[in-house]
């Protein structure tokens, strides 16, 4: 098997973003496909309307299966009340011990990362997730 010796870079940066609602339940919903060379993904902010904690699931599928990665808090009110509760970013090793030191996700082609409520969303109220990174 060659082994690649040469520095790979970001091609093509983006921001993927998602709404999670009452009506999606606990559905996993594709956040991020991975393009033709992979993407890399640096960071996800995670924002709420909720008036309650909601615990956002995060999974990788293959096309077939979607594999469970981990879950992740996001406070009540985060990064929409006004400044009292801050944004918070899902790529952290607080709650994904997982993850690389540098804190990224490298998502194979052909995969996608999901995310879903553990539990349904407060109706009226919103969850927003907006990936960043690119494709290689």
């Not at 496909?33 to 008036?51: F, K, M, P, W, Y």
Request: hydrophobic share 45%; no cysteine; aromatic share 4%.
């Amino acid at each position: 098997m060659a082994v690649n010796t040469n520095p790979i870079f970001i091609a093509d940066r983006g921001a993927w973003p998602l709404e999670l609602d009452n009506a999606d339940g606990t559905n996993a919903l594709a956040l991020v496909v991975a393009g033709a060379n992979g993407t890399l993904i640096e960071a996800i902010a995670a924002t709420t309307t909720d008036t309650s904690d909601v615990e956002v699931d995060l999974l990788i599928s293959d096309g077939t299966t979607d594999y469970a990665v981990g879950s992740v808090t996001v406070p009540a009110g985060a990064g929409t009340d006004g400044g009292t509760t801050a944004a918070v970013d899902l790529l952290q090793q607080t709650d994904l011990q997982w993850l690389r030191d540098d804190l990224t996700l490298a998502l194979t082609a052909g995969h996608t990362l999901k995310a879903a409520a553990h539990a349904a969303i407060t109706s009226a109220k919103v969850v927003h997730l907006v990936a960043f990174g690119g494709d290689y």
